[in-house]
């Protein structure tokens, strides 16, 4: 009885039952898209670079109280012990778009070839390249709440993973389609590091010093950081109905292909997850380092992934279709992966070297 008290010491009511609250919403948002189009068609309407500004608005507001957990100084000790960011860039980089491009070939032209035809296939391999090139950005922060992550080694670990997909992702891209000419919308990818790294980074800074300096460092950690607890929640759940109101026709009109395209990338998020987080495990990192570290590489930049799929292959293809279906599969998924995260800290060393 004690022990599944501590479980749930300190886990709001809405991360308590945040499954069902987000399989509610994504039924939510799919029925507004289907009965109700002239909201998200209204919503569409606010876009820039082919970025949202309402999810964008709404994605700073769930990794805005992170944000402000940032100490400068921790940002600073971050160098001194790197093996979290090895683990991140190896397993992006090095790991992830070549096991997702070889899970993804294996299911569409091997074992659904007699339910996919081949034409098909490639436009969805061709989406979950996308997706596996692009490690996420804006989410992770959130994973990283739930999971009590270091704050200041989250954002250093999504920082320099946003430099990296500068240079690597369209080579990358490149490669594993097998042609040329690949172009990457630069003004979507920067649009989207100012938005979900720079601006609620900068934000977070600010409140944080203002507020400790006007009330002191145990006002903030006790009383103002407990009052935003449900705001990052409360931020996905309202980003979900909005995807989701988005993508509602494809979604119901493609049900067996969208759980076809479904599995390999389910089966690909739990590869990449365990991956970066045994081999965190075996450098002994902690676990607030190594639980991001797994999280980033699982989730997916999804915004960047289908913004690409749709300004290569436009808007109705099969390829945007695929990236689509990562942003179904992520959150339940991501879910799954924290409830482990969070049940393995007796794995990790309690305290650094």
Known sequence: MSRKKNLKEGISFFEQYLTLWVILCMAAGVLIGKYLPGIPAFLGQFEYARVSLPIAILIWLMIYPMMMKVDFASIRNVGRNPKGLYVTWVSNWLIKPFTMYGIAWLFFFVIFKA????????????????LGAAPCTAMVFVWSHLIKGDPAYTVVQVA?????????????????????????????????????VVIPLAGGIITRTSVIKSYGEEYFNKTFTPKFNNVTIGG?????????????????NNPLHIILIAIPLTIQTFLIFFIAYLAARKLKLL???????????????????????????????????????????EVPVMLTLVKIANKTKHWFPEKGN
């Open 115 to 130: 339910l996919i035809p081949t034409e098909l296939a490639r436009d969805y391999l061709a989406g979950a390249i996308l």
């Open 160 to 196: 320099t993973n946003d430099l990296i997909i500068l240079v690597a992702f369209t080579p990358i891209v490149a490669f594993l389609l097998g042609i040329g000419g690949i172009t990457i919308p630069w003004n979507t990818l920067l649009l989207s590091v100012l938005l979900f």
């Open 236 to 252: 996905l759940l309202l980003t979900l109905v909005i995807i989701f109101a988005f993508q509602g026709d494809v979604i119901l």
């Open 287 to 329: 676990h607030n380092i190594a639980a991001p570290a797994g999280m980033i590489g699982a989730s997916n930049f999804f915004e960047l992934a289908v913004a690409v799929a749709i300004s290569l292959f436009g808007t109705t293809s099969p390829v945007a279709l695929a990236t689509i279906v990562g942003v179904l599969v």
